[in-house]
């Protein structure tokens, strides 16, 4: 059974700071990572994508990516009080019509002023 | 271009009754997903088409919830007949592949059902 996991937080970070969330999953067959941020009462909408080991720049943020530890991080650089939302990290494994996102239940971000 | 359109918006029922929730793609993509989101078990895939053909529907909970896309511009989500527990936000999203595609939500729908 695929599992995402996430620490659910709520997590507090001072504004201007680096805030980090991270993600673990179970599948190894996992191909692709995503993470989507949520303000409360608001549908999901995708900040980043990350499909290779390493590390993927947008921006503010940062997605990581170590398939080895089944591990998938984001950093998000200059925090500003607009960022506090929930965060969901989401995998998808590639291939035989598997097309759906397998969601954590989302970290909660604070961007303290 | 529009997103994902869902109507209602807000739908409060009694337990027992007959729920149909609806979904309108982005035009042009050819996957429709739907998840539903509560406190407890967070987003969760419920049903996903491909060219209007249910492709997986493992996530669907129970008999009682079935899903059809007659045509590529419309889904619809039908709960009957409904209980307190499938009180959760109705999420509609649709891509343009399948694969690691971008996925677009809808606003969805907030069930409350007594």
């Known amino acids: 059974q695929k599992e995402v996991e996430q620490n659910s937080g709520p997590l507090s970070v001072p504004e201007g700071a680096i805030a980090s969330l991270n993600c673990t999953y179970s599948d190894r067959g996992s191909q692709s990572f995503f993470w989507y941020r949520q303000y409360s009462g608001k549908s999901p909408e995708l900040i980043m994508f990350?499909?290779?080991?390493g590390d993927k720049e947008d921006g503010r943020f940062t997605a990581q990516l170590n398939k080895a530890s089944q591990y998938v991080s984001l950093l998000i650089r200059d925090s500003q009080p607009s960022d506090s939302a929930t965060y969901l990290c989401?995998?998808?494994?590639?291939?035989?019509?598997?097309?759906?996102?397998?969601f954590g239940k989302g970290t909660h971000l604070i961007i303290q002023p | 271009d529009a997103g994902v359109i869902q109507s209602p918006r807000h739908e409060v029922t009694e337990m027992g009754q007959e729920v149909t929730l609806r979904c309108k793609p982005i035009s042009g993509h050819d996957y429709l997903f739907w998840y539903r989101q509560t406190m407890m078990r967070g987003l969760e895939l419920l049903i996903y088409f491909n060219n209007n053909v249910p492709i997986d529907d493992s996530g669907m909970p129970e008999d009682r919830f079935s899903a059809k896309m007659p045509n590529a511009s419309f889904s619809t989500l039908k709960i009957q007949p409904s209980e307190p527990r499938d009180s959760a936000v109705y999420f509609c999203?649709?891509?343009?592949?399948?694969?690691?595609?971008?996925?677009?939500f809808g606003p969805g729908t907030r069930l409350t059902v007594l």
């Open positions: 990350i499909y290779s080991n």
């Open positions: 989401a995998v998808k494994v590639s291939g035989g019509g598997a097309d759906g996102l397998t």
């Open positions: 999203a649709s891509s343009r592949t399948g694969g690691a595609d971008t996925q677009y």
